[in-house]
Protein backbone atom coordinates (compact mmCIF):
# COMPACT_ATOMS: atom_id res chain seq x y z
CA UNK A 1 0.00 0.00 0.00
CA UNK A 2 1.23 3.34 -1.02
CA UNK A 3 -0.10 6.76 -0.49
CA UNK A 4 0.26 9.24 -4.00
CA UNK A 5 2.62 11.53 -4.51
CA UNK A 6 -0.25 14.04 -4.22
CA UNK A 7 -0.68 13.21 -0.24
CA UNK A 8 3.06 13.12 0.35
CA UNK A 9 3.41 16.59 0.82
CA UNK A 10 0.88 17.68 3.68
CA UNK A 11 1.78 19.61 6.56
CA UNK A 12 4.45 21.04 4.75
CA UNK A 13 2.09 24.44 4.18
CA UNK A 14 4.81 27.28 5.48
CA UNK A 15 4.12 30.38 7.81
CA UNK A 16 3.53 33.78 6.54
CA UNK A 17 7.28 34.08 5.54
CA UNK A 18 7.65 38.17 6.58
CA UNK A 19 4.43 38.93 7.66
CA UNK A 20 0.82 40.55 6.74
CA UNK A 21 1.51 43.21 4.43
CA UNK A 22 4.71 40.86 2.58
CA UNK A 23 2.00 38.52 1.98
CA UNK A 24 -0.74 41.53 0.62
CA UNK A 25 1.77 42.62 -1.84
CA UNK A 26 2.54 38.97 -3.03
CA UNK A 27 -1.29 38.56 -3.50
CA UNK A 28 -1.49 41.97 -5.20
CA UNK A 29 1.15 40.65 -8.32
CA UNK A 30 -0.90 38.01 -8.48
CA UNK A 31 -4.18 39.87 -8.89
CA UNK A 32 -3.04 42.61 -11.04
CA UNK A 33 -2.82 40.68 -14.56
CA UNK A 34 -6.17 39.21 -14.71
CA UNK A 35 -7.71 41.80 -12.12
CA UNK A 36 -5.81 45.21 -12.09
CA UNK A 37 -8.67 46.57 -9.30
CA UNK A 38 -7.95 43.49 -6.77
CA UNK A 39 -4.11 44.36 -7.69
CA UNK A 40 -4.49 47.94 -6.58
CA UNK A 41 -6.97 47.50 -3.61
CA UNK A 42 -4.34 44.72 -2.10
CA UNK A 43 -1.27 47.02 -2.54
CA UNK A 44 -3.12 49.88 -0.71
CA UNK A 45 -4.29 47.06 2.18
CA UNK A 46 -0.78 46.43 2.56
CA UNK A 47 0.35 50.04 3.05
CA UNK A 48 -2.51 50.15 5.25
CA UNK A 49 -1.43 46.96 7.29
CA UNK A 50 1.74 49.27 7.52
CA UNK A 51 0.38 51.74 8.67
CA UNK A 52 -1.60 50.42 11.57
CA UNK A 53 -4.80 51.32 9.98
CA UNK A 54 -8.27 50.02 9.20
CA UNK A 55 -7.11 46.87 7.87
CA UNK A 56 -4.28 46.21 10.49
CA UNK A 57 -6.93 45.99 13.12
CA UNK A 58 -9.37 43.89 10.56
CA UNK A 59 -6.25 41.23 9.48
CA UNK A 60 -4.28 41.60 13.15
CA UNK A 61 -5.69 38.65 14.25
CA UNK A 62 -4.21 36.09 11.66
CA UNK A 63 -0.85 37.50 11.27
CA UNK A 64 0.46 34.15 12.51
CA UNK A 65 -1.76 32.01 10.06
CA UNK A 66 -0.20 29.90 7.88
CA UNK A 67 -0.25 31.48 3.96
CA UNK A 68 -2.88 29.30 3.09
CA UNK A 69 -5.11 31.49 5.20
CA UNK A 70 -5.20 33.74 2.25
CA UNK A 71 -5.80 37.04 4.30
CA UNK A 72 -6.08 39.38 1.21
CA UNK A 73 -8.64 37.21 -0.71
CA UNK A 74 -10.99 36.79 2.64
CA UNK A 75 -11.27 40.47 3.35
CA UNK A 76 -11.61 41.10 -0.67
CA UNK A 77 -14.13 38.09 -0.65
CA UNK A 78 -16.24 40.22 2.52
CA UNK A 79 -16.36 43.65 0.67
CA UNK A 80 -17.34 41.90 -2.38
CA UNK A 81 -20.27 40.34 -0.53
CA UNK A 82 -21.48 44.16 0.33
CA UNK A 83 -20.83 45.52 -3.13
CA UNK A 84 -22.82 42.39 -4.73
CA UNK A 85 -25.35 42.36 -2.14
CA UNK A 86 -25.81 46.70 -2.88
CA UNK A 87 -24.91 47.50 0.67
CA UNK A 88 -21.46 49.51 -0.91
CA UNK A 89 -23.40 51.79 -3.83
CA UNK A 90 -20.34 54.17 -3.85
CA UNK A 91 -17.73 51.63 -4.20
CA UNK A 92 -19.63 49.30 -6.02
CA UNK A 93 -19.04 51.87 -9.60
CA UNK A 94 -15.31 50.47 -9.34
CA UNK A 95 -17.03 46.54 -9.80
CA UNK A 96 -17.14 45.50 -13.06
CA UNK A 97 -18.97 42.33 -11.46
CA UNK A 98 -21.45 44.96 -10.21
CA UNK A 99 -21.17 46.95 -13.41
CA UNK A 100 -19.27 49.85 -12.75
CA UNK A 101 -16.62 51.43 -14.78
CA UNK A 102 -14.24 53.69 -12.60
CA UNK A 103 -10.51 53.49 -13.04
CA UNK A 104 -9.19 51.09 -10.59
CA UNK A 105 -6.35 53.45 -8.87
CA UNK A 106 -9.25 55.35 -7.89
CA UNK A 107 -11.68 52.75 -5.54
CA UNK A 108 -9.11 52.99 -2.69
CA UNK A 109 -10.68 55.60 -0.41
CA UNK A 110 -14.29 54.38 -1.39
CA UNK A 111 -12.96 51.04 -0.15
CA UNK A 112 -11.45 52.32 2.93
CA UNK A 113 -14.83 54.08 3.95
CA UNK A 114 -16.48 50.67 3.47
CA UNK A 115 -13.90 49.31 5.76
CA UNK A 116 -14.85 51.47 8.45
CA UNK A 117 -18.55 51.79 7.78
CA UNK A 118 -18.82 47.78 7.78
CA UNK A 119 -16.10 46.86 10.30
CA UNK A 120 -18.05 44.42 12.19
CA UNK A 121 -19.92 43.18 9.34
CA UNK A 122 -16.63 42.50 7.39
CA UNK A 123 -14.79 41.07 10.32
CA UNK A 124 -17.28 38.25 10.64
CA UNK A 125 -17.16 37.56 6.92
CA UNK A 126 -13.21 37.49 7.14
CA UNK A 127 -13.61 34.48 9.88
CA UNK A 128 -15.42 32.41 7.62
CA UNK A 129 -13.45 29.77 5.37
CA UNK A 130 -12.32 30.04 1.64
CA UNK A 131 -14.78 28.50 -0.21
CA UNK A 132 -13.49 29.46 -3.93
CA UNK A 133 -15.28 27.55 -7.06
CA UNK A 134 -12.94 28.42 -9.73
CA UNK A 135 -14.49 26.37 -12.97
CA UNK A 136 -10.90 27.29 -14.80
CA UNK A 137 -9.63 24.73 -13.23
CA UNK A 138 -12.27 22.18 -14.85
CA UNK A 139 -9.72 22.93 -17.64
CA UNK A 140 -7.41 20.41 -15.90
CA UNK A 141 -10.18 18.42 -14.48
CA UNK A 142 -11.55 17.47 -17.82
CA UNK A 143 -8.16 16.81 -19.25
CA UNK A 144 -7.61 14.06 -16.37
CA UNK A 145 -10.85 12.63 -17.05
CA UNK A 146 -9.86 12.29 -20.73
CA UNK A 147 -6.59 10.11 -19.49
CA UNK A 148 -8.80 8.03 -17.25
CA UNK A 149 -11.39 7.24 -19.94
CA UNK A 150 -8.65 6.44 -22.59
CA UNK A 151 -7.06 4.06 -20.05
CA UNK A 152 -9.72 2.28 -18.97
CA UNK A 153 -12.64 2.79 -21.37
CA UNK A 154 -15.32 2.91 -18.35
CA UNK A 155 -17.59 5.49 -17.54
CA UNK A 156 -16.36 7.82 -14.67
CA UNK A 157 -17.90 7.78 -10.94
CA UNK A 158 -16.73 11.39 -9.77
CA UNK A 159 -15.68 12.14 -6.26
CA UNK A 160 -14.75 15.74 -5.05
CA UNK A 161 -13.81 16.20 -1.69
CA UNK A 162 -13.71 19.77 -0.48
CA UNK A 163 -16.10 20.52 -3.67
CA UNK A 164 -17.46 23.75 -2.06
CA UNK A 165 -20.72 24.30 -4.31
CA UNK A 166 -19.55 21.27 -6.41
CA UNK A 167 -19.73 23.84 -9.85
CA UNK A 168 -16.57 21.17 -10.95
CA UNK A 169 -18.61 18.15 -10.53
CA UNK A 170 -20.24 19.38 -13.66
CA UNK A 171 -16.78 20.05 -15.50
CA UNK A 172 -18.16 17.51 -18.70
CA UNK A 173 -21.11 20.15 -19.10
CA UNK A 174 -18.73 22.96 -19.83
CA UNK A 175 -17.33 23.42 -23.33
CA UNK A 176 -13.49 23.66 -23.99
CA UNK A 177 -12.42 25.55 -27.42
CA UNK A 178 -9.18 23.86 -28.71
CA UNK A 179 -8.01 25.40 -31.99
CA UNK A 180 -11.35 25.47 -33.33
CA UNK A 181 -12.73 22.10 -32.01
CA UNK A 182 -15.56 22.38 -28.79
CA UNK A 183 -14.53 19.71 -26.48
CA UNK A 184 -16.65 18.53 -23.55
CA UNK A 185 -20.23 19.98 -24.08
CA UNK A 186 -20.33 21.79 -27.53
CA UNK A 187 -23.92 23.43 -26.16
CA UNK A 188 -22.57 24.98 -23.01
CA UNK A 189 -23.19 28.05 -22.27
CA UNK A 190 -19.47 28.22 -20.01
CA UNK A 191 -16.62 28.00 -22.83
CA UNK A 192 -13.10 27.83 -21.27
CA UNK A 193 -11.53 29.51 -23.89
CA UNK A 194 -7.99 27.61 -25.69
CA UNK A 195 -7.52 26.91 -21.92
CA UNK A 196 -4.57 24.01 -22.63
CA UNK A 197 -1.01 24.31 -23.81
CA UNK A 198 -0.33 21.06 -25.50
CA UNK A 199 -2.57 17.63 -25.24
CA UNK A 200 -3.94 15.36 -22.59
CA UNK A 201 -2.61 11.85 -22.72
CA UNK A 202 -5.55 10.73 -24.48
CA UNK A 203 -6.56 9.74 -28.38
CA UNK A 204 -9.37 12.62 -30.11
CA UNK A 205 -12.35 10.89 -29.74
CA UNK A 206 -11.91 9.49 -26.43
CA UNK A 207 -15.42 10.30 -24.66
CA UNK A 208 -16.16 11.00 -20.65
CA UNK A 209 -19.09 9.79 -19.62
CA UNK A 210 -19.93 10.73 -15.70
CA UNK A 211 -22.37 8.49 -14.38
CA UNK A 212 -22.43 10.08 -11.29
CA UNK A 213 -21.23 13.34 -9.75
CA UNK A 214 -20.66 13.05 -5.72
CA UNK A 215 -18.97 15.48 -3.19
CA UNK A 216 -18.44 16.55 0.41
CA UNK A 217 -17.46 19.59 1.69
CA UNK A 218 -17.60 21.18 5.55
CA UNK A 219 -19.80 23.70 4.74
CA UNK A 220 -21.63 23.09 1.30
CA UNK A 221 -22.79 26.10 -0.66
CA UNK A 222 -26.38 25.53 -2.56
CA UNK A 223 -25.60 27.12 -5.87
CA UNK A 224 -29.53 26.98 -6.36
CA UNK A 225 -30.36 29.67 -3.40
CA UNK A 226 -29.73 33.61 -4.12
CA UNK A 227 -27.67 33.78 -1.28
CA UNK A 228 -25.27 30.44 -2.50
CA UNK A 229 -25.17 31.96 -5.96
CA UNK A 230 -24.04 35.34 -4.18
CA UNK A 231 -21.37 33.58 -1.42
CA UNK A 232 -19.68 31.84 -4.53
CA UNK A 233 -19.73 35.39 -6.84
CA UNK A 234 -18.09 37.23 -3.21
CA UNK A 235 -15.29 34.86 -3.60
CA UNK A 236 -14.43 35.23 -7.26
CA UNK A 237 -12.44 38.40 -8.12
CA UNK A 238 -14.43 41.24 -9.90
CA UNK A 239 -13.11 40.96 -13.26
CA UNK A 240 -15.56 40.51 -15.88
CA UNK A 241 -14.33 36.74 -17.11
CA UNK A 242 -14.03 35.17 -13.94
CA UNK A 243 -17.89 36.73 -12.60
CA UNK A 244 -19.23 35.70 -16.64
CA UNK A 245 -18.24 32.22 -15.91
CA UNK A 246 -18.94 31.45 -12.48
CA UNK A 247 -22.86 32.82 -13.74
CA UNK A 248 -23.33 30.33 -16.33
CA UNK A 249 -21.39 27.35 -14.02
CA UNK A 250 -24.40 28.22 -11.86
CA UNK A 251 -26.77 28.23 -14.25
CA UNK A 252 -25.15 24.86 -15.42
CA UNK A 253 -25.68 23.80 -11.81
CA UNK A 254 -28.79 24.26 -11.31
CA UNK A 255 -30.17 22.24 -13.84
CA UNK A 256 -27.18 19.13 -13.94
CA UNK A 257 -27.94 17.44 -10.42
CA UNK A 258 -24.69 16.90 -8.14
CA UNK A 259 -25.11 15.80 -4.42
CA UNK A 260 -22.62 17.41 -1.89
CA UNK A 261 -22.88 16.10 1.79
CA UNK A 262 -21.69 18.11 4.74
CA UNK A 263 -18.98 16.05 5.77
CA UNK A 264 -15.39 15.79 6.54
CA UNK A 265 -13.27 14.62 3.66
CA UNK A 266 -11.76 11.58 5.26
CA UNK A 267 -14.96 9.96 6.76
CA UNK A 268 -17.10 11.04 3.49
CA UNK A 269 -14.14 9.13 1.46
CA UNK A 270 -14.08 6.30 3.57
CA UNK A 271 -17.71 5.56 3.19
CA UNK A 272 -17.79 5.97 -0.59
CA UNK A 273 -14.65 4.02 -1.54
CA UNK A 274 -15.73 1.13 0.99
CA UNK A 275 -16.26 -1.49 -1.81
CA UNK A 276 -14.89 -1.57 -5.81
CA UNK A 277 -18.19 -1.05 -8.30
CA UNK A 278 -17.41 -2.91 -11.47
CA UNK A 279 -18.47 -1.47 -14.43
CA UNK A 280 -17.23 2.10 -13.87
CA UNK A 281 -14.17 3.38 -12.50
CA UNK A 282 -14.24 5.77 -9.31
CA UNK A 283 -12.75 9.09 -9.16
CA UNK A 284 -11.72 10.88 -6.02
CA UNK A 285 -10.67 14.67 -7.23
CA UNK A 286 -9.75 17.60 -5.13
CA UNK A 287 -8.95 21.10 -6.03
CA UNK A 288 -6.87 23.29 -3.58
CA UNK A 289 -8.31 21.25 -0.84
CA UNK A 290 -4.70 20.03 0.92
CA UNK A 291 -4.06 23.40 2.60
CA UNK A 292 -7.46 23.47 4.49
CA UNK A 293 -7.26 20.54 5.73
CA UNK A 294 -5.90 19.07 9.21
CA UNK A 295 -2.61 16.74 8.62
CA UNK A 296 -4.19 14.07 10.46
CA UNK A 297 -7.55 14.19 7.91
CA UNK A 298 -5.54 14.37 5.19
CA UNK A 299 -2.92 11.03 6.26
CA UNK A 300 -6.29 9.61 6.23
CA UNK A 301 -7.47 10.32 2.92
CA UNK A 302 -4.17 8.98 1.47
CA UNK A 303 -4.51 5.98 3.38
CA UNK A 304 -8.09 5.62 2.46
CA UNK A 305 -7.28 5.78 -1.41
CA UNK A 306 -4.35 3.64 -0.96
CA UNK A 307 -6.70 0.64 0.34
CA UNK A 308 -9.04 1.33 -2.11
CA UNK A 309 -6.40 1.30 -4.65
CA UNK A 310 -5.62 -2.05 -3.37
CA UNK A 311 -8.69 -3.49 -3.70
CA UNK A 312 -9.38 -1.70 -7.32
CA UNK A 313 -9.69 -4.24 -10.29
CA UNK A 314 -9.61 -3.69 -14.35
CA UNK A 315 -13.22 -3.94 -14.01
CA UNK A 316 -13.78 -1.36 -10.82
CA UNK A 317 -10.36 0.71 -11.23
CA UNK A 318 -9.96 3.58 -8.87
CA UNK A 319 -8.20 6.75 -9.90
CA UNK A 320 -7.12 9.95 -7.51
CA UNK A 321 -6.90 12.93 -9.46
CA UNK A 322 -5.52 15.86 -7.83
CA UNK A 323 -4.91 19.57 -8.19
CA UNK A 324 -2.77 20.99 -5.18
CA UNK A 325 -0.65 23.78 -4.77
CA UNK A 326 3.38 23.09 -4.09
CA UNK A 327 4.51 26.23 -2.28
CA UNK A 328 7.91 27.36 -2.43
CA UNK A 329 9.76 28.68 1.16
CA UNK A 330 9.26 31.66 -1.20
CA UNK A 331 5.78 31.75 -0.82
CA UNK A 332 5.31 30.82 -4.48
CA UNK A 333 2.91 28.31 -5.31
CA UNK A 334 3.08 25.87 -8.41
CA UNK A 335 0.03 24.20 -9.12
CA UNK A 336 0.43 20.17 -10.19
CA UNK A 337 -2.20 18.07 -11.64
CA UNK A 338 -1.31 14.46 -10.75
CA UNK A 339 -3.14 11.12 -11.53
CA UNK A 340 -2.67 7.80 -9.48
CA UNK A 341 -4.41 5.15 -11.04
CA UNK A 342 -5.33 1.74 -9.54
CA UNK A 343 -5.07 -1.30 -10.28
CA UNK A 344 -1.44 -1.00 -10.83
CA UNK A 345 -0.89 2.32 -8.74
CA UNK A 346 0.79 4.13 -10.82
CA UNK A 347 1.47 7.87 -10.66
CA UNK A 348 1.67 10.64 -12.93
CA UNK A 349 2.60 14.10 -13.23
CA UNK A 350 -0.06 15.20 -15.89
CA UNK A 351 0.13 18.79 -16.09
CA UNK A 352 1.65 22.20 -14.07
CA UNK A 353 -1.28 24.81 -14.10
CA UNK A 354 -2.40 28.11 -13.07
CA UNK A 355 -3.99 29.18 -9.86
CA UNK A 356 -7.09 29.10 -11.50
CA UNK A 357 -6.36 26.52 -14.25
CA UNK A 358 -5.86 28.02 -17.28
CA UNK A 359 -3.63 27.60 -19.15
CA UNK A 360 -2.97 24.22 -17.99
CA UNK A 361 0.02 22.55 -19.39
CA UNK A 362 0.20 18.74 -20.14
CA UNK A 363 3.56 17.80 -19.60
CA UNK A 364 4.73 15.25 -22.56
CA UNK A 365 7.67 13.63 -20.40
CA UNK A 366 7.01 10.72 -17.91
CA UNK A 367 7.40 12.32 -14.26
C1 LIG B 1 -10.44 26.83 -1.66
S1 LIG B 1 -11.88 25.84 -1.61
C2 LIG B 1 -11.69 24.95 -3.13
C3 LIG B 1 -13.01 24.63 -3.76
C4 LIG B 1 -12.95 23.96 -5.11
N1 LIG B 1 -12.36 22.64 -4.95
C5 LIG B 1 -12.18 24.77 -6.14
O1 LIG B 1 -11.11 24.36 -6.58
O2 LIG B 1 -12.65 25.83 -6.55
C6 LIG B 1 -11.52 24.63 -0.35
C7 LIG B 1 -12.75 23.87 0.12
O3 LIG B 1 -12.33 22.80 1.00
C8 LIG B 1 -13.32 22.65 1.99
N2 LIG B 1 -12.75 21.91 3.14
C9 LIG B 1 -11.81 22.33 4.01
N3 LIG B 1 -11.55 21.36 4.91
C10 LIG B 1 -12.32 20.31 4.60
C11 LIG B 1 -12.49 19.01 5.16
N4 LIG B 1 -11.83 18.61 6.25
N5 LIG B 1 -13.38 18.17 4.57
C12 LIG B 1 -14.09 18.58 3.47
N6 LIG B 1 -13.95 19.80 2.91
C13 LIG B 1 -13.09 20.65 3.45
C14 LIG B 1 -13.70 24.10 2.33
O4 LIG B 1 -14.94 24.18 3.01
C15 LIG B 1 -13.71 24.73 0.94
O5 LIG B 1 -14.99 24.68 0.36
Keep these: M ?16 AGLAEELDRQAERCRPS ?66 HGPPDRAWPEFRRVLHEHTERIAELVAQPVQTNETGRSAALYGGLLTIAAATGLPIRLHEIGASAGLNLRADRFAYRMGGRLLGDPQSALVLDEPW ?15 ERLGCDLRP ?84 LAQAGDAATSAAPVAHLSFEPDIGPDG ?17 LLAIAAAHGIPTRWQTEER
Design 35 to 100: SPLYGFLLRELAGDVRAGGIAAGLLGPYDNEPTAFVPGLRLMAAVHALVLGGQAPRLAAYYPSAGG
Design 221 to 304: IDPATPEGALRLKSLTWADPARIERIGHAVAIARATPATVDAANADEWLASRLADPVPGAVSVVWHSVVRQYVEPDRWRRVGAI
Design 332 to 348: LYTFAVRLTLWPGGRSR
Design 2 to 17: RETDAMTTVGEVPRLP
Design 197 to 211: DGLPDAPEGTQVRVI
